[in-house]
């Protein structure tokens, strides 16, 4: 079992930046894809950027080059550092651990986070 715990949102000016960390608990061993999504007000829930366990990591089109997505292993954290933000951006950010286990897929999910970029 996995609980996955985001931070880091909050209010900030188009062109500014933000770190979002995930906080995992439990372990994340095997196959795995680390993964932030968003979604604003009315609208699906989207990939913003994704990690597997080897490293390869995968960006939307509208984040690339101004979004970074990390991993402390040690720390079990994840991280989204968003550059250059826009008022676009603004949503409710959430964190994903997918793992292949033996008995199938598992799928984890944070509380979400807000992140409100003003104009």
């Known amino acids: 079992q996995v609980q996955l715990a985001e931070s880091g949102g909050g209010l900030v000016q188009a062109g500014g930046s933000l770190r979002l960390s995930c906080a995992a608990s439990?372990?994340?061993?095997?196959?795995?894809?680390l993964a932030w999504y968003r979604q604003a007000p009315g609208k699906q829930r989207d990939l913003v950027a994704s990690m597997s366990g080897g490293g390869v990591t995968h960006y939307a089109d509208s984040v690339k080059g101004r979004f970074t997505i990390s991993r402390d292993t040690p720390q079990n954290t994840i991280y989204l550092q968003m550059n250059s933000l826009k008022p676009e951006d603004t949503a409710v950010y959430f964190c994903?651990?997918?793992?292949?286990?033996?008995?199938?897929?598992?799928?984890?999910w944070g509380q979400g986070t807000q992140v409100t970029v003003s104009s």
């Open positions: 439990g372990s994340i061993d095997g196959i795995h894809v």
């Open positions: 994903n651990v997918y793992i292949i286990g033996k008995s199938g897929p598992l799928d984890y």
